[in-house]
């Protein structure tokens, strides 16, 4: 399994940005996927997770009402759009597979990853 992010880039505040993960693999359809960022000097932390069929979602307190998770499992694609980005959202964000079949918060759930697309929001 290949997981590759994209999407990243320079924004002001306030401005958006959609990030999409491409899958390989034919069973990309089956398992629940998240989003995970790592500022500079900071812990990996969890941004937004989705079920397989994209009908359940959940999202960290810090992006909840300004990002959006969703996925085309057609395309093997997931996606994170990022609305009213603040400087604090700058990072480096990771897609990642989860292991299980619940709304995983916690990177330790999660199998495989992509390679990171930076995100830099400037003020």
């Known amino acids: 399994v290949q997981l590759q992010a994209s999407g990243g880039g320079l924004v002001q505040a306030g401005g958006s940005l959609r990030l999409s993960c491409a899958a390989s693999?034919?069973?990309?359809?089956?398992?629940?996927m998240g989003w995970f960022r790592q500022a500079p000097g900071k812990e990996r932390e969890f941004v937004a997770t989705i079920s397989w069929s994209g009908g359940t979602t959940s999202y960290a307190d810090s992006v909840k009402g300004r990002f959006t998770i969703s996925r085309d499992n057609a395309k093997n694609t997931f996606f994170l759009q990022m609305n009213s980005l603040k400087p604090e959202d700058t990072a480096v964000y990771y897609c990642?597979?989860?292991?299980?079949?619940?709304?995983?918060?916690?990177?330790?759930?999660?199998?495989?990853w992509g390679q990171g697309t930076k995100v830099t929001v400037s003020s």
């Open positions: 693999g034919r069973t990309f359809s089956t398992y629940f």
């Open positions: 990642a597979r989860s292991l299980g079949s619940g709304l995983s918060r916690t990177p330790y759930d999660y199998d495989y």
